[in-house]
């Protein structure tokens, strides 16, 4: 830690800093000096520095003298500063242009720009998961590891859902390992490609499977038959006769239920 001290005329009347009255150089006037306090490790230490930099340069400047532009370091034991370097100059703390640094422009339309490139915070990641895609809780917490890998799986999320997939689902298939894909090592295309592939629910309406289930039911009369004479059990063929027909995976209860409905 590091402190620069130096004294000057308070517009309000402090005991602790101000120089006595009696002993003001004349015009109330100030010499301009630093003093740097350096290398301290404890903000205790650093207080007890600065009062004891203020205590000595009063001394100093009441006796219309100005303190030495130095470097000081503090002894703990003793409870003094001690001198380190001086530096006379102020060139001797390098306060001038660098002149391998160009100026920086800072302007409104520049920050602006700033702002709008920032990354989503992590705060609003695990937020953005549960409301926006569905993610069960539980799952969310279970991928929510690092900050690297959350800001990666929140791309995939996104690139999964402009795919039109569901993304609660892929996190489920993540958490339980069924997508055949090395997370993190694969890319993400390949990840939603093999997602696509094992997941069971296709972008196909209602409306187009029951077309599939009207041809079923009209090339087996017999099942439909056996099924309104109370053999249940002949819904089963039926679904894999549509599955069949429609060439993707379709969630069994999904099937079942449109089929049921149409049978009557």
């Known amino acids: ?88 100059e102020a060139a001797d703390y390098r306060y001038f242009p660098d002149p391998d640094l160009p100026p920086i422009r800072i302007t409104n339309e520049w920050l602006s720009t700033i702002k709008k490139n920032l990354p989503e915070k992590l705060d609003n990641l695990f937020e953005k998961w549960l409301k926006k895609y569905n993610v069960k809780p539980e799952f969310a917490e279970l991928l929510f590891e690092t900050s690297s890998e959350a800001k990666w799986l929140n791309e995939l999320f996104d690139k999964t859902s402009q795919a039109r997939l569901p993304v609660d689902k892929l996190a489920n298939q993540l958490i339980h390992k069924k997508i055949k894909a090395n997370l993190f090592k694969d890319g993400q295309d390949k990840i939603i490609a093999e997602y696509k592939k094992a997941t069971t629910v296709e972008d196909i309406t209602d409306e187009d499977l029951k077309i599939f289930i009207d041809k079923v039911l009209k090339a087996n009369p017999k099942a439909v038959a056996d099924y309104k004479t109370g053999k249940r059990n002949v819904i089963n063929f039926l679904v894999g006769q549509v599955m069949r027909g429609v060439k993707k995976k379709i969630e069994f209860k999904r099937l079942e239920s449109l089929i049921t409905s149409m049978l009557g």
Request: aromatic share 6%.
């Open 1 to 88: 830690m590091e402190a620069n001290i130096s004294l000057q005329k308070s517009q309000i009347p402090n005991p602790k800093s101000q120089i006595n009255s009696k002993s003001q150089i004349q015009n109330n006037k100030l010499p301009n000096y630093k003093v740097e306090l350096k290398n301290i490790n404890s903000f205790r230490f650093l207080e007890r520095g600065i009062e004891y930099e203020i205590e000595r340069q009063k001394e100093i400047l009441e006796k219309k003298e100005t303190p030495i532009q130095e470097t000081r370091g503090y002894n703990a034991e003793k409870n003094i500063t001690f001198t380190q370097r001086t530096k006379e």
